[in-house]
């Protein structure tokens, strides 16, 4: 409750809303994933929050293509 209450009342909508509905919309307000990954994602929760997500989903895509390339 504390940071529902420390929230600018104009964003009360938005922390109600699913996490998927939210996604929806910046996908309509913000188009290349480039700039919602940079200005957002990055900005809000630094270059290495997501890192170990990337890796567990996507790591193996990584090695696949760095044995590619040998």
Do not use: Q
Request: aromatic residues 14%.
């Amino acid at each position: 409750m504390y940071i529902y209450e420390k929230t600018a009342s104009e964003f009360h909508g938005i922390v109600n809303m699913p996490i998927v509905k939210i996604f929806e919309g910046l996908k309509l307000m913000e188009e290349p994933a480039d700039r919602i990954w940079t200005d957002g994602v990055v900005a809000v929760f630094g270059h290495e929050f997501f890192l170990p997500v990337i890796d567990k989903n996507y790591g193996h895509l990584f090695v696949n293509d760095t044995k590619r390339h040998e």
